[in-house]
């Protein structure tokens, strides 16, 4: 039976149509070769999922020393820009449209990854180990950016998201999530700079600002979006005056006139999300907390956002699993369930482009870790 809901309802994202209200969120999968590129399975992943209202692509790095974990995508050579496009035109192709995540890993890196030592805010390093080419290894301490590398790396993020167009992105989304380099300006914990960018609320929104006013200078605003997660404690963050931050935040940006901002494990019901919800003027995108994978809590709990305000409402794991999440999400049908996490970072097809539509009969096995069949 099909199911009725404003989720299936068309809406506009700037100048964009788009013929329902469904977002993919950006995930990072680690299929890209060594150095950046995405590579033709990445297609093949995207192209399946063009059902999507909008795919934003998995978190892209502007630069070198921005390089999280081994086989990251990455935006800042012609060879990434090729492989992109090779993307965008199968998901254009196949009826969707794409924005591009950019984002810095700052203090999440390692020279055993990059070649690179991380650069960071203050040098505080990552409370715990990191997964590198060689396995996890302890973190390193970053170098605290100078002024230098603070203006470069604005100049990046601004280069990369032309880079984005030219690969056939609609646009793109600036990571100010999730413990990496944003956010690491934004809390308190990991920014203990004296400066102009550190200590007071006003001067830690400082970066963020920059970098999104720099990438709307360089492509439009319209076409670009802001990710935040307050009061996320991802790769060891603690904010600080979480309900003071993002309303500064969003007092600076909102006159810009962005495509959107997206919250992550948005809660209709917390004081923050009510309050960047009548403090931000444009478009929200929100990512529910799933506390399960069936069809029922995916409907309700996007439904509990539509109703709290939110435009668009994106979801990760369900498309993860789900190539024809839309489809099923319309008729009511049961979901995929995710694999063993350890096969969303593996690389290769398992885990990845083999999960079954609703058209093809599923698999009694998948392959483990070791190459053996297992029930």
């Given at each position: 039976?099909?199911?009725?809901?404003?989720?299936?309802?068309?809406?506009?994202?700037?100048?964009?149509?788009?013929?329902?209200?469904?977002?993919?969120?950006?995930?990072?999968?680690?299929?890209?070769?060594?150095?950046?590129?995405?590579?033709?399975?990445?297609?093949?992943?995207?192209?399946?999922?063009?059902?999507?209202?909008?795919?934003?692509?998995?978190?892209?790095?502007?630069?070198?020393?921005?390089?999280?974990?081994?086989?990251?995508?990455?935006?800042?050579t012609p060879r990434h820009v090729a492989g992109w496009r090779q993307v965008t035109d199968a998901v254009r192709e196949a009826g969707g449209r794409m924005f591009l995540?950019?984002?810095?890993?700052?203090?999440?890196?390692?020279?055993?990854?990059?070649?690179?030592?991380?650069?960071?805010?203050?040098?505080?390093?990552?409370?715990?180990?990191?997964?590198?080419?060689?396995?996890?290894?302890?973190?390193?301490?970053?170098?605290?950016?100078?002024?230098?590398?603070?203006?470069?790396?604005?100049?990046?993020?601004?280069?990369?998201?032309?880079?984005?167009?030219?690969?056939?992105?609609?646009?793109?989304?600036?990571?100010?999530?999730?413990?990496?380099?944003?956010?690491?300006?934004?809390?308190?914990?990991?920014?203990?700079?004296?400066?102009?960018?550190?200590?007071?609320?006003?001067?830690?929104?400082?970066?963020?600002?920059?970098?999104?006013?720099?990438?709307?200078?360089?492509?439009?605003?319209?076409?670009?979006?802001?990710?935040?997660?307050?009061?996320?404690?991802?790769?060891?963050?603690?904010?600080?005056?979480?309900?003071?931050?993002?309303?500064?935040?969003?007092?600076?940006?909102?006159?810009?006139?962005?495509?959107?901002?997206?919250?992550?494990?948005?809660?209709?019901?917390?004081?923050?999300?009510?309050?960047?919800?009548?403090?931000?003027?444009?478009?929200?995108?929100?990512?529910?907390?799933?506390?399960?994978?069936?069809?029922?809590?995916?409907?309700?709990?996007?439904?509990?956002?539509?109703?709290?305000?939110?435009?668009?409402?994106?979801?990760?794991?369900?498309?993860?699993?789900?190539?024809?999440?839309?489809?099923?999400?319309?008729?009511?049908?049961?979901?995929?369930?995710?694999?063993?996490?350890?096969?969303m970072y593996t690389g290769g097809a398992t885990g990845y482009t083999d999960y079954p539509a609703l058209d093809q009969p599923s698999s009694d096995s998948i392959v483990?870790?070791?190459?053996?069949?297992?029930?």
């Open positions: 039976m099909t199911h009725t809901t404003q989720l299936f309802e068309p809406a506009r994202l700037g100048q964009l149509a788009l013929p329902h209200r469904l977002v993919m969120a950006p995930l990072t999968r680690n299929r890209a070769a060594a150095d950046g590129t995405p590579t033709p399975l990445m297609t093949t992943y995207y192209a399946q999922r063009a059902s999507a209202g909008l795919i934003i692509a998995e978190a892209s790095t502007p630069n070198p020393v921005g390089q999280t974990y081994p086989n990251i995508t990455a935006i800042h995540q950019l984002q810095h890993g700052g203090r999440v890196g390692h020279p055993a990854t990059s070649g690179l030592t991380p650069v960071a805010p203050s040098p505080v390093p990552l409370p715990e180990t990191i997964f590198t080419p060689d396995g996890h290894q302890p973190s390193v301490t970053p170098r605290e950016m100078t002024p230098d590398d603070i203006r470069t790396t604005v100049a990046d993020f601004a280069r990369a998201a032309r880079n984005a167009l030219d690969a056939g992105f609609e646009g793109v989304e600036v990571h100010s999530a999730n413990g990496h380099l944003l956010h690491q300006f934004l809390a308190h914990n990991t920014n203990r700079r004296t400066d102009v960018y550190g200590g007071p609320v006003a001067a830690r929104i400082r970066f963020t600002a920059e970098v999104t006013e720099a990438v709307a200078a360089e492509i439009g605003a319209e076409r670009v979006g802001l990710r935040v997660s307050p009061g996320g404690t991802v790769n060891g963050i603690a904010e600080g005056e979480t309900e003071e931050l993002y309303p500064a935040l969003v007092e600076r940006l909102g006159g810009l006139g962005l495509a959107y901002l997206h919250l992550v494990h948005a809660d209709p019901d917390s004081p923050v999300y009510r309050t960047l919800r009548e403090g931000w003027p444009g478009t929200l995108i929100a990512n529910p907390v799933l506390r399960d994978m069936s069809t029922e809590a995916v409907l309700s709990a996007s439904e509990r956002l539509l109703a709290a305000g939110a435009d668009l409402v994106a979801l990760g794991r369900p498309f993860l699993a789900n190539p024809d999440l839309v489809t099923r999400l319309r008729r009511g049908a049961p979901l995929n369930a995710v694999r063993d996490r350890y096969l483990a870790r070791d190459g053996a069949r297992v029930a």
